[in-house]
């Protein structure tokens, strides 16, 4: 008697592939979770960690601490680059094959600089806890060399910063770097008034900033950060970025910064895997590389191989595709890990996913904020307590929560960052 379970393997313990594999817990169903990583990372507040507000591992939880205690559940870290999907096996840089009966593909997206991949070395976008620090290291490094410097051309491009993209990293990371310039830093050095000479830029190439968002929301989210101190230019397109300089296109006239710290928020590309996939099993891809999926979140030809979070491009019945957002893909994870256990347990019977829009945040500095849930708009005081409250509960770990609280309750009151170490490359 064959008494072999069921065989599902997970690539990516972001937001998809966690949720995923919560629903196996315990069930009939052996799982292996893939990740280059040993942790979970709660992405959206990285610019927190940048702009020093919080630690990384405030922000980051163990895998192993998540599942290491669950029978059904192994946890292996690699990196998966390659797939048979005639044979059903996963190929994985330590040269290992991992069989499958199901897999689940949730290795979400990287940034896109639109073809000038040669901007990357001089404007870090923030994925990862890596760009975290390095963005951190470019921000307060900067004040230090303005410190330092006499000239006084040299110290007004190092006390210039701009940031591309005015999406929600744009504008989080744009208000949290002014209430770091203007407010947390004011009095902190000598030879430099960093409430007086710092310059911060938000350029966006859109019309509107939080170009997703009710367009009234993305007009306060704009007067909001103006009153700030941040410039917001519209409308503007980045056309060449330099280590000293960003150039960009507004009403067909071309515009230079000077600066020496330029920040990326603009656009995203997906993974390696949607090539992956599009080589080995024929997917078919978009012109960033997200894979197109069926109804079920699978791919054409493979009704066992699933493609969920960022790295996906679903259209649900209405024709319209869901947004790259954290709890599309927490939900997405969950609806797939459901219909395998239904086809293990011999429920065939399909139910179309439909997406529940939980709405849009974006806070903007301190006590700031826009929420657009759909049913109600927010702005102001009250939109920045939802958001406080929507991030604490997605938080993973009792003690992430507990920590991330303090910290913001403490720096509430006192204006205080104390995440500020920087490590010299």
Known sequence: MNTKKHHVVVIGAGFGGLYAVKQFIN????????????????????YQVATGTISAPDISAPIRSIFGDKKNITVRLDIANGIDPYNRYVQTRNHARIRYDDLIVATGVSHHYFGNDEWEKHAPGLKSVEDAFEMRRKIFTAFEQAENETDPLRRKQLLTFVIIGGGPTGVELAGALADLAFKTLDGHFHNINTKKECEIYLIEALPNVLPTFDNKLSQITKKYLERMGIKVLTDSRVIEITSDTVAFEKNKEKQVIETKTTLWGAG??????????????????????????????????????????????????????????APAAMQAGEYVAKLIKNRVNGNDSFKEFEYKDKGNLAVIGRNRAVADLGFYKAQGFVAWLLWLFVHICFLIGFDNKVSVLIKWALNYFNQDKGTRLIFVK
Not at 27 to 46: K, M
Not at 279 to 306: H, M, T, W
């Open 27 to 46: 069930s009939n169903i052996d799982v292996t979770l893939i990740d280059r990583r040993n942790f979970h990372l709660f992405q959206p507040l990285l």
């Open 268 to 325: 995203v590309k997906a993974s390696a895997w949607g090539m992956i996939l599009s080589e080995a099993a024929d997917a078919q891809v978009d012109r960033v590389g997200r894979v197109l999926v069926k109804k079920d979140f699978s791919i054409p030809n493979y009704n066992n191989i699933f493609v969920i979070g960022d790295l996906a491009r679903f259209q649900d019945s209405k024709n319209e595709f869901i947004p790259g957002v």
